[in-house]
């Protein structure tokens, strides 16, 4: 296998994870071109080991326990832009085609389509993670979904092994859903595993994206618009959204905290660009604060439910509904697990005992967090808590959104 830049000692998930969990890896390689990333993928499951392509480790919980198998990360870090200088027919919109190889950090990406006056992810700003995760789940927030944007998706197929090259359509995207999400539990999030578990069948080797060349684009969401004093679907500028958006996740405690790349297993992972939102803020302070341990989760641990029209009339009058569709293409009622979570009443901060490890963020009460020193098992306790509070009061059964491995909730 050819292992470029692996160095000898082997990290922790705990290293490599924003939850900073999790036992150590006894395999860890790092390929950084195409063929030592496919060969990295190809190798492990030839000889039947168990596989993890990681990227940013944001959207993972991991067993305390260490983990018998190769953990893969592409330390590929590539945007090209494809038709830069395409003709454009008059009246139709200016689009641009950007490709990422997988193993871009998500931000850096946004960063520089905001640079490069690209418009449709500045909403996406401040996600953790990378280019290759972003399309497992459909990253979204603030009114975008990068399923909007995406237009291919080159995988390498771990089933018939080969490269294959997904449009929009075959991605099957919907709310924290793709069809590589579905490949990896037999019936939906957090069922049965497939053999493929806990990274999906088809591996994502680059993704292209097409975006619109303006410096503006519509403000899709209500507390944003609120933020930049427009309405919802008004045009703003990119550079302003973007800002705008780093503030609401850094006032929310939703940006990874700057710190994580300190360690040696992160550094060189992020480009880290001034402007981003893993700069060092407008005072350029860089020390950690209590605070900053609000930023050690998964972001939202529990997916936004839904429900049937039945299930959701059940709900108090005053619960937040907004009409959804499932994965079958059903018609359904999505509430809000912030919202069951603080009504069933765990608060901001809440933790199971006064000296826990894990608790509530002190900003958000759909992230759970590593408050310093937490093992798996801490979180797992307060995940289970809060699930059968919310079950017992609403008679609602949250699903988790991070990918679990070793552990089950
Ligand atoms: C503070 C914080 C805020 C967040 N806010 C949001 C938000 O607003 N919206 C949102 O949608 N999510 C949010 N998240 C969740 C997370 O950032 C996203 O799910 C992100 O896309 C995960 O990327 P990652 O590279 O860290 O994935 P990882 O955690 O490394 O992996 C997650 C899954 O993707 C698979 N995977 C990774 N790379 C590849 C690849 N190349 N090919 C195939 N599979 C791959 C892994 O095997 C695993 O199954 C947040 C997380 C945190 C910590």
Do not use: R
């Given at each position: 296998m050819n292992t470029s830049d692996t160095p000898r000692d082997m990290p922790r998930f705990a290293d490599v994870t924003t939850m900073e969990v999790g036992g150590r890896i006894s395999e860890f390689v790092e390929p950084d071109s195409r063929a030592s990333f496919l060969e990295a993928i190809?190798?492990?499951?030839?000889?039947?080991?168990?596989?993890?392509?990681?990227g940013g480790g944001s959207n993972m919980l991991v067993s305390d326990e260490d983990f018998d198998g190769v953990v893969v990360r592409d330390k590929r870090r590539q945007i090209s832009v494809l038709d830069e200088a395409a003709p454009v027919e008059e009246g139709a919109p200016h689009t641009t085609t950007v490709s990422a190889t997988a193993g871009v950090h998500w931000d850096d990406f946004v960063s520089y389509c905001v640079r490069m006056g690209l418009a449709g992810v500045e909403a996406l700003s401040g996600i953790p993670g990378t280019v290759g995760a972003s399309v497992v789940q459909n990253i979204g927030?603030?009114?975008?979904?990068v399923a909007s944007v995406v237009t291919a998706v080159e995988v390498w197929d771990r089933e018939e092994k080969a490269v294959k090259t997904f449009s929009r359509e075959d991605m099957d995207f919907g709310y924290r859903h793709s069809l590589l999400k579905a490949t990896m539990y037999e019936h939906g999030p957090h069922t049965a595993p497939t053999q493929f578990y806990p990274s999906p069948r088809y591996i994502v080797l680059e993704v292209t994206f097409t975006l619109l060349h303006a410096q503006t684009n519509a403000v899709g969401m209500e507390q944003l618009a609120r933020a930049l004093g427009v309405n919802v679907g008004e045009s703003f500028?990119?550079?302003?959204?973007r800002d705008a958006v780093l503030q609401i996740r850094d006032a929310k405690g939703m940006l990874e905290d700057v710190h994580r790349y300190e360690n040696p297993w992160m550094v060189g992972t992020v480009e880290s660009a001034p402007g981003t939102a893993l700069d060092e803020g407008p005072e350029g302070s860089p020390e950690s604060s209590p605070e900053d341990r609000n930023k050690y989760s998964c972001g939202s641990f529990f997916m936004n439910p839904l429900l049937s029209q039945d299930e959701a009339d059940k709900l108090p009058a005053d619960a937040p509904r907004f009409p959804a569709v499932d994965e079958q293409g059903r018609d359904v009622v999505k509430t809000s697990a912030a919202w069951l979570i603080d009504h069933a009443g765990f608060k901001a901060g809440y933790k199971v005992a006064e000296d826990s490890t894990a608790g509530l963020s002190t900003k958000h009460t759909l992230a759970l967090t590593n408050r310093g020193g937490a093992q798996t098992s801490d979180i797992l306790q307060l995940a289970r808590t809060i699930r059968e509070g919310v079950r017992n009061t609403y008679g609602v059964t949250l699903v988790p959104e991070p990918v679990f491995i070793g552990v089950e909730l």
């Open positions: 190809i190798m492990a499951d030839v000889m039947g080991k168990k596989l993890c392509v990681i927030a603030y009114g975008q979904e500028s990119i550079q302003h959204i």
